[in-house]
């Protein structure tokens, strides 16, 4: 089966300026996930959707970041703006019903 | 706050040796703990999941969980330098979101 989709792999921008991630999970996974991996630490959960809702997006800093899933497949995750301190892998996972996550390839963002 | 605890390493192990990978997490709640291997660049990778107290094993790999003590552990037989990653540690609560909690994860070196 197709792994989870990402894009792009790399982008660099200039603080204050917005961005725009995107994902396409695993065909059949119900559950999908943004995770933002600073350099050194383990990946931090910003928000979980099963299905188009939202179940989880307490660690999301919702005054910059925001996410969607539209018709419950791809998902795109958006930062506006952008600070230093955003750049960061983001990853995408998907999974089934309580079952192990599989990751994309992640999105190295660079903040000037 | 769910946490998950790792001694970031580097933890460096002959070749041929075993390896072992500690982690500890503070949700008693927690029902399901997994590894992942990432290497440099990469994304995390699935290496074990364990649901219930004591041993599983898979290949060179070995999984061992204690929920009284809240402790989970990975040992790797027969070390190769490919193992060399960064090994995370996750943990599951058993609520309805259920986004993995990870922990900073252990650098591990095999030295040829």
């Given at each position: 089966e197709a792994g989870v989709a990402q894009s792009p792999r790399y982008k660099i921008i200039e603080k204050r300026q917005s961005v725009a991630f995107w994902c396409n999970p695993i065909s059949g996974h119900a559950t999908l996930y943004w995770y933002q991996q600073i350099l050194g630490q383990g990946p931090k959960l910003l928000i979980q959707f099963q299905n188009n809702g939202?179940?989880?997006?307490?660690?999301?800093?919702k005054d910059r970041f925001s996410a969607e899933r539209l018709k419950g497949v791809d998902s795109t995750l958006k930062i506006?703006?952008?600070?230093?301190?955003?750049?960061a892998v983001y990853l995408c996972a998907s999974s089934r019903t309580l079952s192990p996550l599989h990751f994309g390839n992640g999105t190295r963002l660079t903040v000037t | 706050q769910k946490e998950v605890e790792q001694n970031s390493g580097p933890l460096s192990v002959p070749e041929g040796a075993i390896a072992s990978l500690n982690c500890t997490y503070s949700?008693?709640?927690?029902q399901s703990f997994f590894w992942y291997r990432q290497y440099s660049g990469k994304s995390p990778e699935l290496i074990m999941s364990i649901y219930s107290n004591g041993d599983k094993e898979d290949g060179r790999f070995t999984a061992q969980l204690n929920k009284a003590s809240q402790y989970v552990s990975l040992l790797i037989r027969d070390?190769?330098?490919?193992?060399?990653a960064t090994y995370l540690c996750a943990s599951r609560g058993?609520?309805?979101?259920?986004g993995l909690t990870f922990g900073k994860g252990t650098h591990l070196i095999i030295q040829p």
């Open positions: 939202v179940v989880d997006d307490s660690q999301l800093p506006q703006p952008a600070k230093l301190e955003d750049s | 949700d008693r709640g927690s070390s190769q330098p490919s193992d060399s058993g609520g309805g979101a259920d």
